[in-house]
């Protein structure tokens, strides 16, 4: 098996430590991990991250904690 090849958020600077990446996985999973605990990986489906993605977006997340 190959290695995955990480993408990192265009929104990270880098400077704080705090990145998302994506990596396109076998299958066409997709993962997604933070960079600072780079071996805590998610797996999950291209339909459901854009389900995610849109439901962020629309703020739907903003009131958690």
Do not use: N, Q, Y
Request: hydrophobic residues 45%.
């Amino acid at each position: 098996m190959s290695p995955l090849v990480w993408r990192k958020s265009s929104f990270s600077t880098g400077d704080t430590g705090e990145c998302v990446e994506l990596a396109a996985g076998p299958s066409g999973t997709v993962r997604i991990r933070e960079s600072d605990a780079p071996d805590a990986v998610a797996r999950t489906t291209p339909a459901a991250l854009r389900a995610f993605v849109r439901a962020v977006k629309a703020g739907a997340f903003d009131r958690i904690m």
